[in-house]
């Protein structure tokens, strides 16, 4: 998804690109403890992703770790 086009601060954006290009498979909580400091900073950004884009979207989760039931 090309975020400029969602209107986010480009101050939040340049933040998840630079989160999203810091995955590897074992930073996510599958088969062992994965990175916390990780995963912690990933729902902080979707909060403020959700926040920011308020009523208009409905920004999904799946993977448990979100801290979330998935829909």
Do not use: C, H
């Amino acid at each position: 998804m090309d975020l400029r086009s969602l209107g986010l601060p480009r101050e939040l954006s340049e933040q998840l690109m630079s989160w999203n290009s810091q995955f590897e498979e074992d930073k996510v909580p599958l088969s062992g403890p994965g990175d916390a400091g990780w995963v912690a900073e990933g729902v902080r950004l979707l909060r403020q992703v959700r926040l920011l884009l308020g009523t208009g979207y409905n920004v999904v989760v799946t993977e448990p770790w979100w801290g979330e039931a998935p829909i």
